[in-house]
């Protein structure tokens, strides 16, 4: 564990945070997700092709450039960009790609849709070993922990550039590490920014999960009983959220009511009562499957809409082409990311304006910062117990809290990492009265 700083001086975080880091080596790096393919794609041999012209493209690109792995260009399903180009290569359909590189080697620069795309490019008829994607070949847990740095490359960048930005915002870190309430907050806040500058090196993200993981830490990190239990079994058993009776509990993110399902039964566990449960749930397929639940339940209301910080529509990456449980809100250009509808959005003081909530879950694929905008009102109001998602985006880890304890200065923080892997590092925001 880390020995903490007395003094209150910025630089001492950051320094502690610098001399744990583990050097990225980003040849290392490129030969695991080229693997057999990387001599021949550096000596020109072999066609290289990125799908997916987005976020990830405009990270990867450059990366690869640094290595002298040349790209002959993007593919993507977005007819817009066809014709024209990103990161200064060509971006053409998938009919081209069968007709001009059908013997390349396709690398799917896409964290969250590399499923539906890997099927479609085999339903075109493009061989399997040259399709290569960023989530691992196999569900071992230690396959998945060495392969998870690959998508954390893909979404946030090359790791250096994290320690430019914890510099840019070090009293931002530094004021949030003084805000968390207990050592096992602070360790794991300390070694989650060390994780993530270190690009998710394999020792450094399995000793984070090793130390950290609830389920983990119950079960033993070799017992593969502690993948039954993730994230929404311990929202609700931890040691830092107590549940009260008559709890009004707001669900951002409702999913298929997995979490409302494990809310209510943790009430019967601690003999509590609740008095409503709001589900928000804007992708279709899940908020079917949502509903369908909810039908055998008493006093939940399902609300088929996006958390945001305003009343509006917003483009939106549904389950048709993401994980079901990765549909996100997407941004407004048309080249920040896949989005196939458009979804209506509302805000938590607008819908909550004349009722009482004493109870937040928020898990909204990098909208919470948005979604808790929209709900100062409220929390101002009524000093709700909170459980935010912080790692969608590596800054949420800081922003939040710094945020949340803006709106109410009487919150005291603490972070616990409820998943098995990189997901679920939640902060609860429990009102100090």
């Not at 610098?18 to 066609?47: C, H, T, W």
């Not at 479609?120 to 399997?128: H, I, K, M, N």
């Not at 899940?286 to 910080?309: E, R, S, V």
Request: aromatic content about 10%.
């Amino acid at each position: 564990m880390n020995n903490f700083p007395q003094t209150s001086v910025q630089n001492q975080i950051l320094e502690m945070i610098n001399e744990q880091v583990i050097p990225f080596e980003p040849e290392v790096v490129a030969r695991e997700m080229l693997g057999q393919y990387y001599e021949s794609i550096k000596s020109g041999d072999q066609p290289f092709i990125l799908f997916c012209a987005g976020a990830s493209g405009r990270i990867l690109q450059p990366f690869f450039e640094k290595l002298h792995l040349p790209i002959v260009g993007f593919c993507d399903n977005n007819i817009a960009l066809h014709g024209h180009k990103f990161c200064g290569l060509p971006v053409f359909s998938v009919d081209t790609l069968k007709q001009k590189y059908g013997q390349s080697v396709i690398l799917i620069a896409s964290a969250g849709y590399h499923r539906f795309i890997k099927q479609q490019l085999l339903d075109e008829g493009f061989a399997p070993s040259r399709i290569l994607t960023l989530d691992a070949g196999d569900t071992s847990i230690v396959a998945n922990l060495k392969r998870e740095r690959l998508l954390m490359l893909a979404r946030n960048g090359e790791p250096q550039d994290m320690i430019a930005t914890y510099k840019r915002e070090g009293d931002m870190i530094e004021r949030v590490f003084h805000l968390l309430k207990d050592n096992k907050s602070k360790n794991l806040y300390i070694d989650r920014l060390v994780m993530i500058a270190s690009c998710y090196e394999y020792t450094t993200y399995r000793r984070f999960v090793e130390n950290y993981s609830e389920p983990v830490l119950k079960y033993g990190f070799e017992n593969t009983e502690r993948l039954r239990q993730g994230g929404v079994h311990f929202y609700f058993r931890n040691d830092v959220l107590a549940l009260a009776d008559d709890e009004v509990f707001l669900d951002g993110g409702a999913y298929n009511g997995d979490s409302a399902e494990s809310f209510i039964q943790a009430c019967e566990e601690q003999g509590r009562s609740y008095n409503a449960i709001h589900c928000f749930e804007a992708d279709k397929g899940n908020y079917a499957k949502l509903k369908d639940w909810a039908k055998t339940q008493l006093n939940i209301a399902c609300h088929p809409l996006g958390l945001w910080n305003e009343k509006t529509q917003v483009r939106f990456a549904s389950s048709n082409i993401s994980e079901s449980y990765g549909a996100r809100i997407q941004g407004s250009s048309e080249q920040e990311g896949i989005a196939d509808i458009v979804i209506d959005t509302v805000t938590i003081d607008e819908v909550f304006s004349n009722q009482r909530v004493s109870l937040i879950k928020m898990d909204i694929e990098g909208a919470e910062i948005a979604a808790l905008e929209g709900a100062r009102h409220v929390i101002r109001r009524d000093h709700p117990k909170l459980a935010i998602s912080v790692y969608h985006n590596p800054e949420d880890l800081y922003r939040i809290p710094a945020m949340l304890a803006e709106m109410n200065p009487d919150y005291r923080f603490y972070l616990r990492h409820l998943g098995n892997h990189y997901d679920d590092t939640i902060l609860f925001a429990i009102d100090g009265d």
